[in-house]
């Protein structure tokens, strides 16, 4: 079946715009995390949603990214006022709800964001 | 310090050794992860494990919860095993959210 997708694949836009990256998820995967990957740095945890579920929204790193999600399905990652620091590449993932404990995540290709 | 360290950081291969990676963490986890991630920057997942060891092809990885360590071992590398590999720890009471290591990077020359 169809694996998780993100887009746009690549995105380049000046400092202080607007941007909105998008995720699909696996069908049927409940649970939806978005991920940073600075360049040359580890992975970094950013927004959990959980079904109808309040979502964990303690790794957004500032007020300018939020992030909502509509239903089980499709997520949208905004990021206002964009910096030069927020270039990176933006990973979304999906999972079966954690049910007894956690489970394996499955991973979309990424959005390499460029902000000149 | 990291909540999560991988070591090495970087490691160079010939064809058909034994490698291994290793994961420390310092704090309660649900679950280890370990992530596959190739040059082109797609990631997939390798393992998941609470307990023991489990076994796919070449590839196993093992854990000590007591110790809070983990491996990854591939056996017979093959060039195409070149990539990041990253630990991820599912913290206890934090649901799914994974906090990573810094991955180790491979590669397997001829």
């Known amino acids: 079946g169809a694996g998780v997708s993100q887009s746009p694949s690549n995105k380049v836009t000046e400092k202080g715009k607007d941007v909105e990256l998008r995720c699909d998820p696996i069908?049927?995967?409940?649970?939806l995390y978005w991920y940073r990957q600075r360049l040359g740095q580890g992975l970094e945890f950013l927004i959990y949603?959980?079904?109808?579920?309040?979502?964990?929204k303690s790794g957004l790193p500032s007020d300018r990214f939020s992030a909502e999600r509509t239903g089980e399905s499709v997520s949208t990652l905004t990021i206002q006022r964009t910096q030069q620091e927020d270039s990176a590449v933006y990973l979304c993932a999906s999972s079966y709800p954690p049910g007894q404990g956690p489970r394996e995540q499955y991973f979309g290709p990424g959005t390499r964001l460029t902000v000149t | 310090k990291n909540e999560v360290e991988q070591s090495p950081q970087n490691l160079t291969a010939q064809e058909g050794e034994f490698i291994t990676i290793n994961c420390s963490y310092s704090?309660?986890?649900?679950?280890l992860h370990w992530l596959q991630q190739h040059p082109g920057g797609g990631i997939v997942s390798l393992f998941m494990?609470?307990?023991g060891k489990k076994k796919h092809g070449r590839l196993i990885a093992t854990i000590n919860i007591q110790e809070k360590h983990s491996s990854l071992h591939i056996t017979a590398s093959h060039p195409r095993d070149s990539a990041v590999y990253i630990c991820?720890?599912?913290?206890?009471?934090?649901?799914?959210?994974?906090?990573f290591g810094t991955g180790t990077r491979l590669q397997v020359t001829l």
């Open positions: 991820a720890a599912a913290l206890t009471g934090t649901a799914s959210k994974l906090t």
């Open positions: 949603f959980q079904g109808n579920s309040a979502p964990d």
């Open positions: 494990l609470s307990s």
């Open positions: 069908s049927g995967h409940t649970a």
């Open positions: 704090v309660g986890i649900s679950a």
